[in-house]
């Protein structure tokens, strides 16, 4: 019966101590998967359920994405080991709900050992804060 | 806005713990040094409020996204060098000819 249920990190309540920008008091939040594959996933805030958005691996859709991180974000996550980085872009739907948008310059970094999370800016990447994504099946672009 | 006027190599406290220093200034631009706590972030302006605007997006659009892209299938196109999904095969590929 349980066949189909998807194993989340509801639970786990993940930590930004510097809330994210624009919502500073947003400290806490969970994860949990969107759909049964888990490519898209919702970060709530715990005391503000309102404070939700969806995000994404941006490997799966940028496969090339690199996320180097700042030595005072790694310091601030305690982030020793980079397998223990969980990297993941908020998603933003345009209007017509053609395509959707990966911020790619503010992703969010989890130490999985700590829980303990950071929307970190890669200020030198280069990288766009939308990267925009066709829903028709037939196009990624850059 | 507390507004001060500075020549290079002087410096300002912000509080006990920040010191901004103008390190250099030419024409129009500035050269600025920042010592803060490693607790303290410190973006450039303009990026900062890029993602703060682009959080608020995403949040004013998290009900319709959510509605969509969670009954979706993760059958997104990828760039053609990327690796193939590992989502559990369903039926055959979805390969183009």
């Known amino acids: 019966m349980s066949d189909t249920e998807v194993e989340t990190a509801t639970e786990q309540i993940l930590r930004f101590d510097d809330g994210i920008p624009g919502f500073p008091e947003a400290r806490e939040f969970v994860l949990g998967d969107l759909d049964e594959a888990g490519t898209f996933q919702v970060l709530q805030n715990v005391g503000n359920p309102e404070i939700a ?90 | 806005m507390l507004v001060l006027t500075r020549r290079a190599g002087e410096s300002i406290m912000i509080g006990s713990e920040i010191v901004v220093t103008v390190l250099e200034s030419r024409g129009d631009q500035v050269r600025v ?39 979706r299938k993760p059958d997104l196109k990828r760039d053609p060098q990327s690796r193939p999904s590992n989502s559990a095969g369903e039926g055959p590929g979805e390969d183009e000819a």
């Open chain 1, 53 to 142: 958005l969806v995000v994404c691996s941006p490997w799966l859709l940028v496969p090339d994405y690199e996320a180097v991180l700042a030595e005072d974000d790694e310091r601030e996550l305690e982030l020793t080991d980079p397998d223990d980085a969980v990297v993941f872009c908020a998603v933003t739907l345009d209007e017509a709900a053609r395509a959707f948008h990966l911020n790619l310059l503010g992703p969010f970094v989890v130490n999985a050992r700590t829980q303990r999370g950071r929307q970190v800016v890669l200020t030198e990447s280069g990288h766009p804060v939308r990267h925009t994504v066709y829903l028709d099946d037939d196009d990624v672009t850059d």
């Open chain 2, 33 to 71: 040094g920042i010592e803060a706590p490693r607790r303290v972030q410190i973006h450039r302006a303009e990026v900062y409020r890029e993602i703060e605007r682009e959080n608020a997006a995403a949040i004013a659009s998290a009900d319709r996204a959510s509605a969509l892209l969670g009954r």
